[in-house]
């Protein structure tokens, strides 16, 4: 193994025997062996099901890696092999670096001791001495914060404090490798966005693998993902990548249809063409599509045209905070739609979606059937909010039904790209356009 590479997953595949009457199970450890001595066919009592199936991947040293997939794609299955924790059917897995992972809910403490002494049992399993241990209990307390209930058996625990203290302890044992599956979603707001500001800052100098249902999580803290499906990798590279094509195929799922996401480098028809020209150029100040746009969508309508303006109705390609706007999508009807809705997010580099808005509400309870051959156009004016400089993409898409209950039928991510001028400084992923601050000094 490379001294670069700290994960190498080589031709894993792991099976399991599963059984329809608990009888079957000592049928099959008698019966094979009985057969083969009186010189008759062997028969199985198991079905054999394949969590996973020829796993192969690599990770490197500084790599965060997110791993995605519906339940029962082989997630946790994974993870718990290159713990060491579960044994592969096939292939190998190497590690370099000390390993701590969070796994089952309560994975690895025992109910019956107290939360102090499951440190302590935790902490050795990770290899820390007792004297390590007894140096970072202070830190580990703090950072579970569930109080006197240190020295309280772990069966009176709820998950929530269960998944507190698993998580302190992991936090405070210099691994080089870190393993999360999916705990923190028993969490509370506070402590989850206290993990989070730890993983960021373990992301800078360890390895990651962090298992989660939530793309937006993946989309802010991992480089790398990996999509699993069936035990095996659909795809593998950037998260914004994978992430709208495991999103596609989970919105195919729910709605019952076969959607592709198709990958394009060039825009719609009647799309105004990108310019090379500088973004403050006035001549050719029109809106920039994205190389590589991606789309899917049940085919009822097609997006056909998508523009940025001003106020004064030019399109434009770069916009400051507190700026006048009007986004406005164009649909060409193909297929019957009983309540079309248009819309739009804007998102980060990351993929992440900042704000967005659609046409339900304003219209909802007016009759907007539309048959093949109609046009539907929609125009959303609103104040850009302040975005930190940098580059930002709209996605469009189109819809019948509700925004809980639809089918879409048309989504374009990363239509347009657009570039935020903004200089002043503000907190958060965006600042707000009409708010209003009052400040008074009083002696």
């Known amino acids: 193994m490379s001294s670069d590479i700290t994960v190498a997953v080589n031709g894993v595949s792991k099976g399991f025997r599963t059984y329809a009457r608990p009888e079957d199970r000592l049928k099959q450890a008698l019966m094979p062996r009985l057969a083969r001595l009186l010189g008759r066919s062997v028969h199985r009592y198991f079905r054999e099901f394949w969590a996973l199936r020829d796993v192969t991947f690599s990770i490197r040293k500084g790599e965060t890696v997110g791993i995605i997939g519906r339940n029962g794609a082989g997630k946790s299955t994974l993870l718990q092999i290159i713990c060491g924790t579960l044994a592969p059917t096939t292939g190998t897995v190497q590690t370099s670096g000390r390993v701590a992972a969070l796994l089952e809910l309560g994975a690895g403490f025992n109910p019956e ?135 596609v195929r989970m919105h195919s799922a729910v709605q019952g249809l076969d959607l592709n996401l198709t990958r394009v480098s060039t825009i719609p028809p009647e799309t105004p063409p990108p310019s090379d020209h500088d973004a403050d150029a006035d001549a050719d100040n029109v809106v920039v599509p994205a190389q590589g746009t991606s789309s899917f969508g049940a085919g009822g309508a097609e997006i056909n045209q998508v523009t940025m303006a001003n106020e004064a109705g030019r399109a434009i390609r770069s916009v400051e905070g507190g700026e006048e706007v009007t986004l406005a999508v164009r649909v060409r009807v193909q297929a019957p739609l009983a309540n079309p809705i248009l819309g739009f997010y804007v998102r980060d580099r990351l993929g992440q979606n900042l704000f967005g808005e659609n046409t339900f509400l304003t219209y909802q309870g007016s009759d907007l059937g539309a048959a093949p051959g109609e046009i539907l156009q929609a125009s959303f004016h609103f104040r850009m909010p302040y975005l930190v400089h940098g580059d930002y993409s709209i996605c469009v898409g189109v819809a019948d039904g509700t925004p809980e209950v639809h089918a879409q039928h048309h989504f374009i991510n990363d239509v347009l790209i657009f570039r935020s001028l903004q200089k002043n400084g503000h907190r958060g992923l965006l600042g707000l356009t009409d708010m209003r601050v009052r400040f008074e000094r009083t002696i």
């Open 113 to 247: 001791f107290t939360g102090r002494e499951n440190v302590y049992l935790n902490g050795s399993l990770l290899g820390l001495s007792t004297a390590e241990i007894n140096a970072r209990l202070p830190q580990i307390e703090a950072f579970a914060d569930i109080g006197d209930f240190i020295d309280q058996p772990v069966k009176t625990y709820s998950s929530g404090m269960t998944v507190r203290l698993a998580f302190a302890v992991i936090a405070h044992v210099d691994a080089e490798i870190l393993i999360i599956d999916e705990a923190l979603a028993v969490g509370d707001a506070l402590f989850v966005q206290k993990c989070m500001r730890f993983l960021r800052g373990f992301a800078e100098r360890g390895t990651l693998l962090f298992v989660s249902h939530d793309t937006a999580a993946v989309l802010s803290l991992c480089d790398r993902a990996i999509w699993l499906d069936g035990g095996t990798i659909v795809e593998d590279g950037v998260p914004k990548v994978v992430s709208e094509s495991y999103l």
